[in-house]
C-alpha cells in the first residue's frame, strides 16, 4: 500500500469488512473488478437479513402489532438515511424502489404520462444505460415524442455545445446519467440542470454509477429527479430510491395500483391515492432489503463517500499508468473527469475471450456492451473489457490484473 500511504483510507479495515474478499477463484484469491456491475457486501449489511428475519420479520404500515412496528420504523428510518445520503430536503421526497431501473420507469410512467403530449421533446445522452432510454422509447412511441441525443466527443465527454443547440422551448426533460458506466465519464449536472431550467424542462439524473463514488447534494446540483441502485453501493440486490422534488411528486398519479398506495378503497368511484411517498410504493415492500441498504449507506458514510472516491482515483491512476504501458491496448472513454471505470479494447484479442481468461486467474471484469449499445456503436465496437473500481481494491490487486492481463493477451494473440 506504499504508493497510497498518505491517504487516511484504511483498505486492510475496509477489506475485513467483506467475506467474500476471502474466497478463491480457480484456486488464486479472487479479484473483484466488476464494482459497476454490483458491489460486494460487507458483513454489517449481511448481518441485517439474518437479524430481520431472526427478530422482527413482519409487514409493514398495516399490523399495531409489535413486530409490524419494529419493521416499519427500521424501513421508515432508511427514508431518512437517503434522505441525508442525497442532501434532499425532506424525507417524503424519497420513494423506495427496485432500483435505477424502476425508478426511471416509475417517472416516465407517472410525470410522463401526465405531462408529456405529442411533439414534446425528451432529451438523453450518447452516453446512457439502456435503462435510460427504453423507457423513453416506450413513452415515445405510445405518445409521439421526440427524443433527442447529447453527442459525446472522442474522450467519451458530452458536448454541451451541442446540448445547448439541441435544448429549446420543446423540451420537456432531460434525462442523463451522472457518471457513465461504461466509460466511466463524470457529467457536469448542476450546469446540465441550469440549462434544462433556463428552458423550462425538467431534469432526471439517472446517478446508479455516482452514488458508490462521489458525494450527492441533490439541491445543489438543483435536479428534479435522482435515482440509484443500493446494490452498486454496499447494499443488496432489490432495493434503490428515487428522489423527486416534493411539488413534483404531489402532482404525479400513481404507477402501480395495490394496497398501500391507497386512501380509501371504493367500487363506487370512491377510491383515492395516499400522500407522497407512499403512493408510489405499492404492495409489500423488500422490506428487509431497504432496512439493508440503509445499513450500506451507514457503511459508506462511516467511512465517507469523499474519502472513497479519492481512493478510487488513486486506483484509477494507477490503472491508467499500468495499462497504457500493454501493447495494443486501447482505453476507451478518457474524458478529463472519471470515475473509477477502465473500458479497453485490445487489438487482435476479443473481449470475451479476455474476460474468460483472466477469470481462470481469479480476476473479474466485465466484458460486453454494459447495456451501453448506442455508447459502443458510436466508438465503432460491439463490446469492451472493463474493470471498475471500489472501496475494498488495492493497488497490487491492480498490479495483479495488469500482469494477468499481459499474460492473457500473450495467450489469445
Ligand atoms: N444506469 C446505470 C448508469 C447503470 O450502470 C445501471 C446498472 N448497470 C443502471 C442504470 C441500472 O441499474 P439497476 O439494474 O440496478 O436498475
Redesign the pocket.
Known sequence: MSAFSDLTLDVVKVRADFPILERKVHGKPLIYLDN???SQTPRQVIDVFADYYERYNANIHRGLHTLSDEATAAYEAVRETVARFLNANKRHEIIF????????NLVANTWGRANLKAGDEIILSM??????IVPWQLLAQQLGLIIKVIPVDEHGALDMAAYRELISERTRLVAV??????FGTINPIRDMAAIAHDHGALILV????AAPHEPIDVQALGVDFY??????VYGP?GA?ALYGRAELLEAMPPWQGGGEMIKTVGFDGGTSFADIPHRFEAGTPAIAEVIAMGKALDWVSNIGIGLIGSWEQRLLAHANDRLRTIDGLRILGTAPKKAGVISFVVDGAHSQDIGLLIDQLGVAIRTGH???QPLLKHFGVDATCRASFGAYNTPEEIDIFADALERVIGMVR
Open positions: 459497476a456491475a454490483t424502489t427496485r432500483g435505477t431501473t424502476e425508478a426511471i452516453l446512457e444505460h439502456h435503462s435510460n446519467n451522472h457518471v457513465s458506466n461504461a439517472d446517478g446508479a454509477q435515482a440509484f441502485s443500493g446494490h452498486k440486490t434503490g454494459h447495456c451501453a
